[in-house]
Nanobody, 117 residues
């Protein structure tokens, strides 16, 4: 099994920044298979949506709404994925979830991000 633990959420004013981290732990064999790592978010009353993903080879994918403001990165040696969020907007508010795997995916418990206007 793989456990994903997110951190770094909080309350920030519009225009501010936050950096989220997600650390994966568990079976080494399953950790090796975490090719795809990424961040998703869910705002109140809305469906969970993709924010950004990164493969072990470094391929990136961003939601249009965060392009130019958010940056995803990963440290494979530490089994960690990061999300640097700049120029935050109130519409970025939500619970941010880490997801990792390939074919079979694991989810973290989520971290709350609240952006005040």
């Amino acid at each position: 099994q793989v456990q994903l633990v997110e951190s770094g959420g909080g309350l920030v004013q519009a225009g501010g920044s936050l950096r989220l981290s997600c650390v994966a732990s568990g079976s080494i064999f399953k950790l090796i298979g975490l090719n795809d790592m990424g961040w998703y978010r869910q705002a109140p009353g809305k469906q969970r949506e993709l924010v950004a993903t990164i493969t072990s080879g470094g391929s990136l994918n961003y939601a249009d709404s965060v392009k130019g403001r958010f940056t995803i990165s990963r440290d494979n040696a530490k089994n960690t994925v990061y999300l640097q969020m700049n120029s935050l907007k109130p519409e970025d508010t939500g619970v941010y979830y880490c997801r990792a795997g390939q074919g079979v995916y694991f989810w973290g418990q989520g971290t709350q991000v609240t952006v005040s206007s």
